[in-house]
């Protein structure tokens, strides 16, 4: 790896909490071998790469929890574009899958989607990916991992799929939804881990056990196997989760207790755990989460354009919940980059009425809300460290996430260049504060650059597009 000194940035933060968000001593970077060296005030040595800085924002780059890349080419439909979560279900992802019976539909739309990312400054992509039904005819495992390695990103596969039909939406379901056996899903499982799984904190690619939903897309019986087999490869438990009142009411009619309450009952809680969205959570699941370190992966703009309403995050961190930013999929989210998510989760939780409680002593969640919101309740100092440290931690990349020695050097360097960043007074909050995406001068991962003066080397934009108008236009058809 070429040796680099990231040069005469302004500002630069860290990913940590509180007052070490911001680098104190200097906002240049020495990078040895992928790895952070040096910070502070640092001269070019001989046979060093400097890239200039002057003028720019450096953020660890963004981690993102929770993705369904295939909807990349699902953006915008309009037979899905006014639904609540259950009926968008059946409408768009569910009748859609039948398209993605060959590979170029699952290629083209990964690339879609971390191109996406790429140049919003992310430079880790968790996505949960189910393409694995009885006779798909390709490897949707590598074809993911091949997207992601061509373009420089660190990858962890959520590894879906379902063990039984699912009764709210699955009704009329293409071969493509059709479910797995147990064996044959944990078999996968431990194939992609024998092919893919690195453990190590710096981690180029990670596997995850991700069936589905575990409320609805798996018997009873299977979730303690399951959970059994991830924790003796060494690998994490992800799924949704609480995403809409639907959920809750369905684990109550159905198992007698809440969806949290139950996967606990199944093992499906702890550190090694994180689940999408939990937006509908009560004062004891909150509890709990805090209790095991069972972790949120928060999609604010999925919850919103889908109705399903505004996560308890702001409590959740008064208790020391492990919380993270994610986007989901583009089929609900049609800006699905991580400055997007990470402008929406600044301002959604200043306007949320129990916005105010994060305020409250640690072990006690409030039921009152207050008038209004609370304008201090989520800061952009705590959105890049949710986005990035807080991610990375979800993840198990003990090495990534946060800029400090010894870290890999994952960083996004931000151009503030165009009108709406003109007249800041703090230029450094301008990729979260300022909305829409800031140009890149440089996005690193493990010290490769991999955008570079927004533009992602060797890709061909143009023809990206035409592959996805191609086969817009044949799904239209």
Known sequence: MTDLLVSGAAHLWTGDRGAAMRAAGG?????RGGVISAIGTLAPEPGERVLDARGCIVYPGWVNTHHHLFQSLLKGIPAGINLALLPWLAA???????????EEMLRVAARIGLVELLLSGCTTVADHQYHYGPGVPFDASAVVFDEAQALGLRFVLCRGGQTQARPLTDAAA??????ETLDTFMAAVERDVARFHDPSPMAMR???SAITTPTWSCHVEHLKPLARQARRLGIRLHSHLSETHDYVRWARETHACTPLQFVAEHEWVGPDVWFAHMVH?????LRLCAATGTGIAHCPQSNARLGSGIARITEALALGVPVSLAVDGAASNEAADMASEAHAAWLLHRADPRAGLRASAPGAVPHAPQPGGAAGAMTVEDVVHLGTQGGARMLG????????????ADLAVYDPCEPRHFGLHDPAIAPVASGGRTPLRALLVQGRVVVDNDAIPGLDLAALRHDAARLVAAMRA
């Open 27 to 31: 906002c240049d970077l020495r990078i």
């Open 92 to 102: 768009i992802p569910v009748a859609y899958r039948r398209h993605y019976d060959r």
């Open 174 to 179: 293409s071969p493509q939804v059709q479910p």
């Open 206 to 208: 990670r596997v995850a």
């Open 281 to 285: 959570l009560d004062d004891d699941e």
């Open 397 to 408: 990349l003990g090495g990534v996430g946060t800029l400090a020695v010894g870290m890999a």
